[in-house]
């Protein structure tokens, strides 16, 4: 192992492999580190990947990565105790060639996609965890490992090493995250037989579903629930900030507990075997979490950055994006052979005009929102539940009387004033 490296990437997951890929095929000197037995072996995600970040760096890479399914079909349910009203989308455009999105399982993806960082040149040695930067004269030059002699040299370092990034918070770069800016999620996969999953699904063989459940998942407080299909199991979790956690004494392996018996979703789960139990945080901060992502000799990308957009569950493809961002600065730094704070802060400007800053200012207040006022999900959620049954039961009723009187309901349940008011503040936190 040569003792000094261009770059030295932390975490394989997507973030890090992203930047150790790109910053090799240009030549670059690069060493990822993985603390888990191989990528993968620790990562969690519900599982859904998207193509148009992955294509970036691998074109048509689903003609050889491992995917479960590409998905043709978003739902979301708004679910009460036994009912449930659901909207969403199904596409067979998004079944064919170029794709959308697919579902994948971490440890399987995160393995083949690291190996295609070392097939481009990448040195990757797993099982080992970096337990701190190397800072000489307020400029990181390197890390130091928990091997015998574990000290290693580069240019640059990459922290790439998830959520809760120790690194980045010794430079001082964050703080403890609160409660409310992560989220603890529990997820399972259950084995159930691919026809049991296309008859459930409505789904051919190469068809994938997605469905995210709101409302009595998270017995009514902020959070989210998710089912997605994969080719011959299922990913169910569910999952609520820390805060909110707290707040209702909920503990989130009851959660799931709850919601895999819940009589909506136990039918789609019927004798499905489990086959693994997951728990990961996830980072919801969003825009105003977003901590300090360059300094000398060091930038942080994906989820250690805090660049997860929970409200449109997308976190791998930021991740993705701010490694190919990360990787273009740190060869144009190469070039200029300047790898000092200001040069490296090309990074920060790249990551503020993607769509990734744009897409965290836009939701920046509605995780907030959305935990301080817990009407949305408490009380909206089984309105609406009954709302629509009021209204699709035929007894003899005139449509307009029944329009009339679900109205009312809504504002004697609530106050009209209320009403305008909720409406107005949840407009205002996603528009
Ligand atoms: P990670 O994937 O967390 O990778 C960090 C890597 O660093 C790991 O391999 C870890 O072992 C390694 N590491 C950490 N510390 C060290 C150290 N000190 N030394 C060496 N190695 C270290 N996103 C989506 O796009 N779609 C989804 O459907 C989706 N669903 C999700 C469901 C759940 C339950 C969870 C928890 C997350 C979900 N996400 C989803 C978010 C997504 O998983 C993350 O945004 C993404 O994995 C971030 O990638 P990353 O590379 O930044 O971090």
Redesign the pocket.
Known sequence: MPEKFDVIV????????SCALVCAQKGLNVLL????EY??S?????????RKQMEELIPEFWKEAPLERPVIEQRFWMMDKESVVQFGYKGLEWGVEPYNNFTVL?AQF?QWFAKKAVEAGALLINE????ECIVKNGKVIGVRTDRPNGEVYADVVVL????NS??SKQLGFHKEFRPDEVAL?V?EVINLPKEKINDRFNLEDNQGCTIEIFGDSTKGNLGTA?L?TNKDSLNI?V?TTLSSMIKSKMKPYDLLDYLKTHPMVKPMLAGGESAEY?A???PEGGYRSVPKVAGNGVVV????AQ??NAIH???????MHS?LLAAETVIEAKYRGDFSESSLNLYRQKLYDSFIIKDLEKYKDATHTFENNPQYFKEYVPMMNKAMSKFFTVDGTPKRDKQKEIMKSVTAERGTFKVIQDIYRAWKAVK
Do not use: C, Q, W
Request: aromatic share 6%; hydrophobic share 40%.
């Open positions: 932390v975490g394989a997951g997507p973030a890090g492999t580190i993985e603390r888990g990528p993968g620790k990562n969690v995600m519900g599982g859904v990947l998207y971490r995160d080992t965890v970096v337990t790439a090493d998830g959520v120790l690194l999620t997820m998710f997605y979790g999952g997951l990961h945080l996830i990308v994906g989820d250690a660049l997860v569950r997308e976190g791998s493809n930021m991740a490694g």
